[in-house]
């Protein structure tokens, strides 16, 4: 026994001595080079991923008005490299508390009025953005909050120069950013779409972001930003209070982790939708051998988990802090073969003969991936909703407010901006938070980690399938970002896709199989991901084509 006893602590020592494996460059991609930039620098100064992660978020908020900012809110999923701690931090909206289930229904016919639910004051929730970067700082960082957040000072105060992108999502929202004074001041010009090279800055989102540098939490949700805040909102019509500020609170959530051949995805949990819609497509995939399919066959059989996983979505899926939700029996393999049980290989299945609801997301959020060579790890998605969110800005705030409470099911069956439809599980209740898609992810086997994610709305969980079945086959985080995308989200009943997704033939022969096929009219999403080679310590990082973004490895 006592030779047993010095056996087991020299093992023990020898763990303990083994050198922890550690990624040779730090990475950052994201949908913006200064974004990029000021995550690199806050690494460079000393700050590790989370204060990187708190940089980018910010940074992003002054650049990319029409994807995210300190009106809107996020998901930040971690990955702790010093204990292995994986979390993540749930920044979402959360309705106020005046809120009522049947707030956007006319009284009279009980139609859902869209245009409240999109545009103006009354469809803003709660932010919970500030709220994260001083979670994310506090508890996780090495820099002070100031620090992290000096580069989006200076940008807010220097300004951006105005893309194609930005002019064309600027068009799109054009009557709504022109009807609040102040939102037209910053992002227009004349009342008009400003012209490519414009430079935008914004100096009362500068004095914001000060404020919340100085005084963390109570620089934007207590005190005299609050106050502006709450009274621009109830000037315009919306529904806030100073306590729906002061009580909101940043959860953190154990991610979802799904087994999937021999791959760990570790992905968001409620209230996004996404790592338990991943967990069902996953699971019924894994039933499959999808290598030995021909191209049609795997595209349609993937297409029919979609139809699946967003259908238990649409039905179940809720702010798990208000609704039971079955989680468990969700994730369990054993549902997964129950879906697949009527599931043929040689025809679609109608949405309509699925159980559950009868009923007849784009560029407008943001995602970021950050490795630091420690081997911590973040993975975020940020949004304000629809391009541009509400479109209002609360005068003397620069801060440009969501429009999140069209994530909830404003009246079960009526789908919101995206499509989506949902039941009373994600109903609107006072304090509840959304359901999202937003899906930060992770992927990890013996030999590799993996970083990714989207903006896209209702096609993040799809795009993010896809980009799952591609690593699988043990492809670069160049091939994930980049490989053509389909979508079926169970209703409306179709295969939306990018123009050149799918060749003539293989349209026929799904056609053939009863799908009914949609060209988008343009390419979709705008991923980021960084693949760390454990084996060899190699990062590689790549943002997607589609976009603007730039990956940057160090």
């Known amino acids: 026994m ?66 995210s900012g300190l009106g809107g809110g996020g998901f930040w999923l971690l990955h702790r490299a010093s204990d292995g701690r994986q ?29 409240a639910s999109v545009n103006g004051a009354l469809a803003a929730g709660i932010p919970g953005l500030p709220a994260a970067l001083v979670h994310l700082s506090e508890q996780y960082g090495e820099l002070s909050l100031a620090d992290s957040l000096r580069p989006a000072i200076r ?82 019509g919306g529904i806030w209070d100073k306590q729906d500020l002061a009580n909101y609170r940043v959860k953190e959530r154990e991610p979802v982790v799904i087994d999937y051949n021999g791959m760990r995805v570790i992905s968001a949990a409620l209230p996004s939708s996404g790592g338990l819609v991943l967990s069902i497509a996953l699971n019924i995939l894994e039933q499959y051998d999808l290598a030995a399919m021909d191209e049609a066959t795997r595209v349609h059989l993937v ?40 599931l043929n290989l040689k025809a679609a299945m109608p949405s309509q003969q699925l159980t559950g609801l009868n009923a007849s997301e784009g560029h407008d959020t943001t995602h970021f991936s950050v490795l630091d060579k420690a081997g911590n790890r973040v993975a975020a998605t940020l949004s304000i909703n629809y391009p541009f969110g509400s479109g209002f800005v609360p005068p003397g705030t620069g801060v440009l407010l969501n429009d999140e409470m069209d994530d909830f099911s404003i009246k079960p069956g009526t789908p919101n901006v995206y499509g989506l439809v949902g039941g009373l599980a994600n109903a609107i209740q006072p304090n509840k938070r959304m359901l999202s898609s937003m899906s930060p992810t992770f992927i990890e086997t013996d030999g590799s980690v993996g970083l990714l994610g989207t903006p896209g709305g209702s096609r993040i969980i799809s795009m993010l399938l896809l980009a799952i079945l591609e690593a699988e086959k043990g492809a670069q985080a160049s091939s994930w ?40 009219g343009r390419t979709y999403g705008n991923m980021h991901a960084i693949l760390w080679d454990k084996k060899n310590g190699r990062v590689t990082a790549a943002s997607d084509p589609r976009g603007r973004g730039m990956a940057l490895v160090e």
Not at 30 to 46: F, K, R
Not at 97 to 114: H, I
Not at 166 to 182: G, M
Not at 316 to 330: H, I, N, Q, R, W
Request: glycine share 6%; with cysteine; charged share 20%.
């Open 2 to 67: 006592r030779w047993l006893i010095i056996l087991l602590s020299l093992v023990f020592l020898m763990a303990c001595s083994t050198p922890q494996l550690r990624p040779q460059a730090q990475a950052v991609a994201n949908t913006h080079p200064a974004a990029s930039q000021a995550g690199l620098d806050i690494l460079n100064q000393g700050g590790n991923a989370f204060d990187a992660a708190v940089a980018v978020s910010a940074a992003l908020a002054v650049v990319e008005p029409f994807g």
């Open 87 to 115: 979390v993540m931090i749930d920044g979402r909206e959360v309705a106020p508390g005046a809120a009522q289930r049947d707030m956007y229904l006319d009284p009279v016919t009980g139609q859902a009025n869209k245009v």
């Open 155 to 236: 940008l807010a105060k220097n300004g951006f120069l105005v893309n194609e992108h930005y002019r064309r999502l600027a068009r799109f929202r054009l009557p709504v950013l022109a009807s609040s004074e102040p939102a037209r001041s910053i992002f227009l010009r004349e009342g008009l779409v400003p012209e490519l090279g414009t430079r935008i800055s914004q100096q009362d989102l500068a004095t914001s972001l000060e404020s919340l540098a100085r005084d963390g939490f109570s620089g934007f949700y207590r005190g005299e930003l609050a106050d502006k805040l709450v009274s621009g909102v109830q000037q315009a």
């Open 303 to 342: 297409v029919e988990a979609m139809r699946r996983a967003y259908q238990a979505r649409a039905q179940y899926m809720g702010d798990a802090d208000f609704v039971s939700v079955p989680t468990e029996k969700l994730s369990h393999k054993s549902y997964a073969r129950a879906l697949a049980e009527n």
């Open 481 to 520: 970002v980049a490989l053509p995308r389909y979508h079926h989200q169970y209703l409306p009943d179709v295969v939306q896709h990018e123009p050149e997704a799918l060749s003539d033939e293989l349209k026929a022969e799904l056609t053939a199989k009863g799908h009914k096929l949609e060209s988008v």
